[in-house]
């Protein structure tokens, strides 16, 4: 069976420090893999998506970018963060239905 | 107007009662109809399609109205594992648009 990992779970940094979340799947190859991010009392906001290896399509724009450099690992970086980045972060796996995605534990992210 | 709407709630309902959320769409073309549980501080989880003709899964029951362009989600028999936030997911041009969600709260 697929299973779908983030890390860590909490973080706390500070306004303009870096940050790096990673995602990887387990159990499925070439999976859909996507960034979200909840922020309290709104509705997930997809931030980037993946079809491939090195293919990466952004939704908003913003001080994030993402990569990815294996078929089941997702990565989520920033150069600084802003106070406006604090959020739950989730990472997300699909493979045939595009709109049947399941998602990892999440990343909580306070930025201060 | 937001593309998914719901009532935030929370819903407060005795255990073992009936309940129902609906959720509106703005998009028209709109090509797939979720429900997601999300539990506190978790991810959240597929609950259920939403088929045209209306699926059943249990106690729980989803319909379609393309021509309001809202969805029904009903829970019978409310059970105390039930409390948690319901989201309505819209698939459209290849993405999910989510809704704020609904919270509903189980009461003994």
């Known amino acids: 069976s697929q299973t779908i990992h983030q890390w860590p779970a909490t973080l706390v940094q500070p306004v303009g420090s870096p940050l790096s979340l990673e995602c990887t799947v387990e159990?499925?190859?070439?999976?859909?893999l996507y960034w979200y991010r909840q922020a309290a009392g709104r509705g997930l906001q997809l931030l980037f998506y993946?079809?491939?290896?090195?293919?990466i399509s952004s939704e908003v724009p913003q001080n994030l970018s993402a990569s990815r450099p294996q078929d089941r690992q997702f990565i989520l970086s920033s150069k600084k963060l802003l106070l406006s980045d604090s959020g739950f972060y989730l990472c997300a796996w699909s493979v045939d239905n595009l709109y049947e995605q399941y998602f990892g534990p999440g990343t909580r992210l306070t930025v201060t | 107007r937001k593309e998914v709407e719901q009532d935030p709630g929370p819903f407060n309902v005795p255990e073992g009662a009936t309940v129902a959320f609906n959720c509106t769409y703005s998009n028209s073309a709109s090509q797939s109809f979720f429900w997601y549980r999300q539990d506190c501080r978790k991810e959240p989880k597929l609950l259920m399609s939403?088929?045209?003709?209306?699926n059943e899964d249990g106690r729980f029951t989803a319909q379609l109205n393309r021509a309001s362009q809202y969805i029904s989600l009903l829970i019978r028999d409310s059970k105390l594992s039930d409390s948690a936030t319901y989201l309505c997911v819209v698939g459209s041009n290849y993405q999910l648009i989510w809704g704020a969600g609904t919270k509903l709260i189980i009461k003994p």
């Open positions: 159990g499925t190859s070439n999976p859909n």
């Open positions: 993946s079809v491939g290896i090195g293919q």
């Open positions: 939403v088929y045209s003709s209306g």
